[in-house]
């Protein structure tokens, strides 16, 4: 195999083996696995511990051993340092922007600072003196520590970087001059395989927790009755929409409209038939709504009888035709469980980012705007906020 065919293998061969590094052990959805990663860009405050642990480190290296070496190793972690804050800044303004994290630039810096720490350490017991063997054998036991808690969502990385950590220690003490230095070697195996076991514990809790959080969210943000996305998901919704704007610079991103509906003649159902058929009625309603959208639009129930449509990158047009569309689609009759049928209207009203607002709360209120213009000039129509001014 000749090196031009042997470059290509390993530019692929490298990213994989990160994405390996990262993903779960365990089979779990796209959520769970990005929530799990999230924990990694959540660490600014151990990188700056450990660098201050090995300015120490280095500092008693070089003064005990008159040497170089710990000056240069001191330097390395420096731009390290440099390296792995200025990918932590990255990973939030991605995350803050909803895009993928740097998370292969996150792992190739810890994986350095740990094989790092490792030599380091290797060379401080290599040294003969005692006291910087002891100084060692704590930085190495620390940070294994710090690993199988900090890197617990990210197992097989854990393990990786514990073994780019111990096992320069561990060999260099069979070699070292220090009398009875290989005993500490002799011990670390089973340190390992102990902080190993933690490992796969602290995962497990992990996982659960995670899940547990990620489905109360959704339970919190899920309407019981429709199974629509509620008021506190529109809001979030809204709000990571002109975030976005806000984000790529208005002539960068295309209007996403939002359409208020209204059902006309609810009560009345209600009323005659009772709240039970009401709430089947308004199941009914929100299927036909999810029918007649767009595969990436997003239909919403913030309350009553009230829906709310978001369509993203959506033209005057097209949300006026979803819109009359869903009116259509709405004035067909209902077969109601008892075996009626029941007849409802629906009335639109619909705002556009960014020329009608650039907040949740100035849309939504230019959009009911516009819908309470519909229902006071006649019902079964649809109208646009510039239109009803």
């Known amino acids: 195999m000749s090196i031009r065919d042997f470059q290509p293998r390993v530019a692929q061969l490298v990213p994989a083996a990160f994405d390996w590094l990262s993903s779960a052990p365990t089979r779990e959805s796209a959520k769970v696995r990005a929530r799990l990663l999230d924990t990694l860009c959540d660490r600014k405050a151990f990188i700056l511990f450990g660098t201050l642990s090995v300015v120490m480190l280095t500092v008693s290296a070089a003064v005990l051993t008159g040497k170089m070496w710990p000056w240069f190793w ?64 704590v930085n190495v036991a620390a940070v294994i520590g710090a690993i199988s808690s900090r890197n617990a969502a990210t197992p097989r990385y854990a393990v990786l970087a514990i073994a780019l950590v111990s096992l320069p220690f561990a060999v260099s003490t069979i070699f070292s001059p220090v009398p009875g230095a290989f005993l500490a070697g002799l011990q670390f195996p089973l340190h390992i395989a102990g902080i190993v076991i933690i490992i796969v514990r602290n995962y497990e809790s992990h996982v659960r927790l995670v899940r547990a959080e990620l489905r109360n969210r959704q339970l919190a943000r899920t309407d019981p009755l429709t199974g629509l996305p509620n008021r506190a998901a529109l809001n979030e919704a809204l709000g990571a929409h002109c975030a976005a704007l806000s ?79 869903l009116i259509e689609k709405l004035s067909l009759p209902f077969q109601l469980r008892s075996g009626d049928l029941a007849e409802v209207g629906t009335s639109v009203g619909s705002a556009f980012a960014p020329q009608d607002g650039m907040t949740p709360d100035a849309l939504l209120a230019h959009s009911d705007h516009a819908l309470y213009v519909v229902k006071r000039s006649g019902k079964g129509r649809h109208m646009q906020y510039a239109a009803a001014l």
């Open 74 to 137: 001191l330097v390395a972690d420096l731009l390290l340092l440099v390296f792995r804050l200025r990918t932590i800044d990255l990973c939030e303004k991605a995350k803050a922007a909803r895009l993928p994290p740097p998370v292969r630039g996150l792992m190739l810096g810890g994986a350095a600072w740990c094989l790092l720490l490792g030599a380091g350490c290797a060379a401080c017991v290599m040294s003969g003196h005692a006291g910087l063997l002891l100084l060692a054998g």
């Open 247 to 325: 984000a790529t610079g208005l002539h960068r991103q295309q209007n996403f409209a939002v359409l208020s509906i209204d059902l006309d003649g609810f009560k009345a159902v209600n009323d005659q038939h009772g709240h039970a058929m009401g709430d089947s009625l308004l199941t009914m309603v929100a299927d036909r709504l999810q029918r007649g959208i767009r595969p990436r639009d997003q239909v919403f129930r913030p309350g009553g009888d009230e829906f709310v449509v978001v369509m993203p990158e959506a033209s005057f047009e097209e949300a006026d035709y979803v819109a009359r569309r």
